[in-house]
Protein backbone atom coordinates (compact mmCIF):
# COMPACT_ATOMS: atom_id res chain seq x y z
CA UNK A 1 0.00 0.00 0.00
CA UNK A 2 0.83 3.47 -0.74
CA UNK A 3 2.48 5.57 2.03
CA UNK A 4 0.37 8.87 1.96
CA UNK A 5 2.07 10.83 4.93
CA UNK A 6 3.72 13.92 4.13
CA UNK A 7 6.79 14.51 4.11
CA UNK A 8 8.87 17.80 4.84
CA UNK A 9 9.05 18.32 1.18
CA UNK A 10 5.13 18.15 0.35
CA UNK A 11 5.03 20.69 3.56
CA UNK A 12 6.93 23.44 2.06
CA UNK A 13 5.70 23.13 -1.43
CA UNK A 14 1.76 22.91 0.22
CA UNK A 15 3.14 26.59 1.78
CA UNK A 16 4.79 27.88 -0.87
CA UNK A 17 2.01 27.18 -2.90
CA UNK A 18 -0.72 28.21 -0.60
CA UNK A 19 0.85 31.72 -0.41
CA UNK A 20 1.41 32.01 -4.27
CA UNK A 21 -2.52 31.32 -4.96
CA UNK A 22 -3.33 33.37 -2.17
CA UNK A 23 -1.38 36.15 -4.47
CA UNK A 24 -3.03 35.65 -7.13
CA UNK A 25 -6.50 35.79 -6.30
CA UNK A 26 -5.15 39.46 -4.10
CA UNK A 27 -3.86 40.27 -7.84
CA UNK A 28 -7.09 39.24 -9.38
CA UNK A 29 -9.39 41.45 -6.77
CA UNK A 30 -7.02 44.89 -6.85
CA UNK A 31 -7.19 44.59 -10.34
CA UNK A 32 -11.19 44.67 -10.49
CA UNK A 33 -11.00 46.91 -7.87
CA UNK A 34 -8.57 49.54 -9.59
CA UNK A 35 -10.33 49.20 -12.97
CA UNK A 36 -14.12 49.57 -11.67
CA UNK A 37 -15.69 52.94 -10.65
CA UNK A 38 -18.28 51.66 -7.51
CA UNK A 39 -15.65 52.83 -4.40
CA UNK A 40 -18.07 55.14 -3.53
CA UNK A 41 -21.70 55.23 -4.45
CA UNK A 42 -25.00 56.92 -3.88
CA UNK A 43 -28.18 55.41 -3.13
CA UNK A 44 -30.49 54.83 -6.43
CA UNK A 45 -33.70 56.07 -4.46
CA UNK A 46 -32.17 59.07 -3.45
CA UNK A 47 -32.11 61.94 -6.38
CA UNK A 48 -28.31 63.30 -6.02
CA UNK A 49 -26.25 65.03 -8.67
CA UNK A 50 -23.62 62.26 -7.62
CA UNK A 51 -24.00 58.81 -8.68
CA UNK A 52 -20.54 57.18 -8.00
CA UNK A 53 -16.68 57.42 -8.41
CA UNK A 54 -14.12 54.92 -8.71
CA UNK A 55 -9.95 55.80 -8.34
CA UNK A 56 -9.94 57.03 -12.30
CA UNK A 57 -13.88 57.58 -12.85
CA UNK A 58 -16.88 59.60 -11.88
CA UNK A 59 -20.14 59.58 -12.81
CA UNK A 60 -22.03 63.42 -12.11
CA UNK A 61 -26.30 63.83 -12.81
CA UNK A 62 -26.61 67.72 -13.14
CA UNK A 63 -23.54 68.70 -10.17
CA UNK A 64 -23.30 72.28 -9.94
CA UNK A 65 -21.43 73.35 -7.09
CA UNK A 66 -21.30 76.48 -4.91
CA UNK A 67 -17.58 77.14 -5.13
CA UNK A 68 -17.40 76.32 -8.58
CA UNK A 69 -17.14 80.44 -10.07
CA UNK A 70 -18.23 79.28 -13.68
CA UNK A 71 -21.37 77.65 -12.35
CA UNK A 72 -20.72 74.50 -14.17
CA UNK A 73 -23.32 71.34 -14.75
CA UNK A 74 -21.76 68.03 -14.65
CA UNK A 75 -22.90 65.16 -16.72
CA UNK A 76 -22.02 61.66 -17.23
CA UNK A 77 -19.54 59.47 -16.21
CA UNK A 78 -15.72 61.25 -16.80
CA UNK A 79 -11.60 60.42 -16.22
CA UNK A 80 -10.74 61.62 -12.61
CA UNK A 81 -8.38 63.51 -14.26
CA UNK A 82 -10.21 65.23 -17.53
CA UNK A 83 -9.33 68.61 -18.30
CA UNK A 84 -13.49 69.23 -17.79
CA UNK A 85 -12.53 68.92 -14.18
CA UNK A 86 -10.02 71.42 -13.69
CA UNK A 87 -11.98 73.32 -11.84
CA UNK A 88 -13.05 71.27 -9.23
CA UNK A 89 -10.17 69.16 -9.18
CA UNK A 90 -9.12 70.14 -5.48
CA UNK A 91 -12.77 69.57 -4.36
CA UNK A 92 -13.03 65.75 -6.76
CA UNK A 93 -9.26 64.61 -5.65
CA UNK A 94 -8.34 65.64 -2.23
CA UNK A 95 -5.04 64.67 -1.05
CA UNK A 96 -6.40 61.42 0.76
CA UNK A 97 -8.35 60.38 -2.32
CA UNK A 98 -5.17 61.27 -4.23
CA UNK A 99 -3.02 59.08 -1.48
CA UNK A 100 -5.18 55.93 -2.35
CA UNK A 101 -4.59 56.39 -6.08
CA UNK A 102 -1.26 55.85 -5.64
CA UNK A 103 -0.94 53.53 -3.39
CA UNK A 104 -3.11 50.94 -5.04
CA UNK A 105 -1.48 51.55 -8.12
CA UNK A 106 2.02 50.72 -6.89
CA UNK A 107 0.29 47.75 -4.54
CA UNK A 108 -0.96 46.34 -7.76
CA UNK A 109 2.46 46.64 -9.37
CA UNK A 110 4.03 44.96 -6.79
CA UNK A 111 0.99 42.12 -6.46
CA UNK A 112 2.12 41.70 -10.48
CA UNK A 113 5.54 41.34 -9.55
CA UNK A 114 5.93 39.15 -6.39
CA UNK A 115 3.46 36.92 -8.47
CA UNK A 116 5.63 36.15 -11.29
CA UNK A 117 8.86 36.46 -9.12
CA UNK A 118 7.02 33.23 -6.92
CA UNK A 119 5.70 31.43 -10.64
CA UNK A 120 9.59 32.10 -12.08
CA UNK A 121 10.75 29.99 -9.11
CA UNK A 122 7.97 27.46 -8.36
CA UNK A 123 8.84 26.42 -12.55
CA UNK A 124 12.78 26.66 -11.70
CA UNK A 125 13.19 24.80 -8.34
CA UNK A 126 11.11 22.14 -10.21
CA UNK A 127 8.06 22.18 -8.07
CA UNK A 128 6.28 21.13 -10.48
CA UNK A 129 7.56 17.56 -10.96
CA UNK A 130 6.54 15.15 -7.74
CA UNK A 131 9.75 13.33 -8.01
CA UNK A 132 12.24 14.83 -5.37
CA UNK A 133 15.42 13.44 -7.66
CA UNK A 134 14.12 16.87 -10.19
CA UNK A 135 14.16 19.50 -7.45
CA UNK A 136 16.20 22.11 -7.15
CA UNK A 137 17.31 24.14 -4.03
CA UNK A 138 15.34 27.64 -3.82
CA UNK A 139 16.81 30.78 -4.51
CA UNK A 140 17.16 32.62 -1.46
CA UNK A 141 17.79 36.10 -2.46
CA UNK A 142 14.67 35.46 -4.92
CA UNK A 143 12.12 34.11 -2.38
CA UNK A 144 13.19 36.89 -0.02
CA UNK A 145 12.83 39.75 -2.49
CA UNK A 146 9.12 38.09 -2.98
CA UNK A 147 8.48 38.17 0.67
CA UNK A 148 9.62 41.85 1.73
CA UNK A 149 7.33 42.38 -1.19
CA UNK A 150 4.58 41.12 -0.34
CA UNK A 151 4.87 42.20 3.46
CA UNK A 152 5.44 45.74 2.35
CA UNK A 153 2.17 45.37 -0.15
CA UNK A 154 -0.09 44.13 2.82
CA UNK A 155 1.08 46.65 5.46
CA UNK A 156 0.33 49.54 2.37
CA UNK A 157 -2.78 48.09 1.57
CA UNK A 158 -3.94 47.87 5.00
CA UNK A 159 -3.34 51.41 6.00
CA UNK A 160 -4.56 52.12 2.60
CA UNK A 161 -8.05 50.87 3.14
CA UNK A 162 -8.25 52.30 6.92
CA UNK A 163 -7.66 55.85 5.38
CA UNK A 164 -9.89 56.17 2.68
CA UNK A 165 -12.88 54.85 4.97
CA UNK A 166 -12.09 57.39 7.28
CA UNK A 167 -11.66 59.86 5.33
CA UNK A 168 -14.58 59.30 3.22
CA UNK A 169 -16.70 59.12 6.60
CA UNK A 170 -15.71 61.94 8.19
CA UNK A 171 -15.14 64.56 5.08
CA UNK A 172 -18.62 65.62 5.14
CA UNK A 173 -17.45 68.63 2.87
CA UNK A 174 -16.75 65.24 0.25
CA UNK A 175 -19.29 64.69 -2.37
CA UNK A 176 -23.04 65.99 -2.18
CA UNK A 177 -25.37 64.33 0.42
CA UNK A 178 -23.02 62.20 2.02
CA UNK A 179 -25.48 60.65 4.14
CA UNK A 180 -26.85 58.63 1.32
CA UNK A 181 -23.12 57.88 -0.32
CA UNK A 182 -22.25 54.67 0.72
CA UNK A 183 -18.67 52.09 0.17
CA UNK A 184 -19.63 49.75 -2.48
CA UNK A 185 -18.47 46.82 -3.81
CA UNK A 186 -15.12 47.65 -5.34
CA UNK A 187 -13.85 49.02 -2.29
CA UNK A 188 -14.89 45.66 -0.68
CA UNK A 189 -12.74 43.80 -3.41
CA UNK A 190 -10.04 46.06 -2.64
CA UNK A 191 -10.37 45.28 1.28
CA UNK A 192 -10.56 41.48 0.07
CA UNK A 193 -7.24 41.55 -1.97
CA UNK A 194 -5.65 43.04 1.51
CA UNK A 195 -6.99 40.25 3.43
CA UNK A 196 -5.33 37.60 0.80
CA UNK A 197 -2.33 39.39 1.02
CA UNK A 198 -1.78 39.31 4.81
CA UNK A 199 -2.03 35.54 5.06
CA UNK A 200 -0.01 35.35 1.65
CA UNK A 201 2.57 37.30 3.74
CA UNK A 202 2.40 34.45 6.44
CA UNK A 203 2.88 31.78 3.99
CA UNK A 204 5.63 33.37 2.45
CA UNK A 205 7.40 34.54 5.69
CA UNK A 206 6.66 30.30 6.94
CA UNK A 207 8.60 29.59 3.66
CA UNK A 208 11.51 31.81 4.18
CA UNK A 209 12.24 30.91 7.62
CA UNK A 210 11.81 26.95 6.62
CA UNK A 211 14.48 27.46 3.52
CA UNK A 212 16.92 29.38 5.82
CA UNK A 213 16.86 26.98 8.29
CA UNK A 214 17.97 23.98 6.40
CA UNK A 215 20.45 25.92 4.88
CA UNK A 216 21.85 25.93 8.76
CA UNK A 217 21.41 21.83 9.15
CA UNK A 218 24.36 20.03 7.90
CA UNK A 219 23.91 17.99 4.61
CA UNK A 220 22.39 14.47 5.66
CA UNK A 221 24.62 11.51 5.23
CA UNK A 222 25.00 9.30 2.46
CA UNK A 223 22.92 6.34 1.79
CA UNK A 224 24.31 3.29 0.58
CA UNK A 225 22.56 2.78 -2.83
CA UNK A 226 21.03 -0.29 -4.21
CA UNK A 227 23.23 -1.48 -6.54
CA UNK A 228 25.74 -1.96 -4.07
CA UNK A 229 23.27 -5.29 -2.89
CA UNK A 230 24.32 -8.74 -4.77
CA UNK A 231 22.39 -12.12 -4.07
CA UNK A 232 23.91 -14.32 -2.04
CA UNK A 233 25.59 -17.58 -3.31
CA UNK A 234 22.57 -19.80 -2.73
CA UNK A 235 19.95 -16.91 -4.43
CA UNK A 236 18.04 -16.73 -0.52
CA UNK A 237 18.44 -12.82 -0.29
CA UNK A 238 20.74 -9.93 -0.96
CA UNK A 239 23.81 -9.83 0.93
CA UNK A 240 26.46 -6.70 0.82
CA UNK A 241 29.25 -6.60 -1.83
CA UNK A 242 31.77 -7.03 0.97
CA UNK A 243 30.40 -9.67 2.54
CA UNK A 244 30.00 -11.54 -0.83
CA UNK A 245 33.81 -11.32 -1.31
CA UNK A 246 34.37 -12.15 3.04
CA UNK A 247 31.96 -15.26 1.78
CA UNK A 248 34.15 -16.24 -1.09
CA UNK A 249 37.52 -16.21 0.67
CA UNK A 250 36.13 -18.65 3.04
CA UNK A 251 35.22 -20.73 0.93
CA UNK A 252 39.30 -20.96 -1.33
CA UNK A 253 40.32 -21.31 2.60
Known sequence: MKDKRWTRRDGKRFIYETGMILNLLAFVCVFIAFCTPHWIISWPRVHSPFKRIGLW?????????????????????????????????MWLMPPWFIYTQLNVSLCFIAYGVVFIIELINWVQTGKTQRNPNKKRSDKLALIQTACGLTVGSAIAMSINMLVFAICYRFDRYYLPIPFFNYLSWSYGL???STFFQVFASIAQITYVLIVRQEMREPPAPPTVPLSGLLPTKGGKGPMALGSHRLVEKGEKA
Open 190 to 192: ALL
Open 57 to 89: EVCFAGLVLETDPTQKSYHGCWWTLAPEFINIR
